[in-house]
């Protein structure tokens, strides 16, 4: 569960992040014209969406970490629909592009 809500708090803020800057581009010329009201209040309401939407579909990376934790089998690398997965074996998983 610390994955899922670890995962669910880095993909809000950076939802946050993204609204913010694109409301501060939309909404003022200099930075003394910035409605700061509404900045934040978009920018939070974009947050939580996006932690009610990652409760309520899941996480594919974690959904996908645990189920490499949780088969009997020993995680190694391995190559999903062109997709070259690295399990690192501290926690970490990475997934690239199989192709090169």
Known sequence: MYDFFKATAIRALRTICQTAIATIGVSAKVLSDVNWTMVISASLLAGILSVLTSIATGLPEVEYAQHIYMSKE???????????????????????????
Not at 74 to 82: A, G, K, L, Q, R
Not at 89 to 96: K, W
């Open 74 to 100: 020993e995680p190694e690398d391995s190559v999903i629909d062109d997709y070259e997965v690295f399990d690192y074996g501290d926690g970490e998983v990475e997934v690239q592009d199989g192709e090169e």
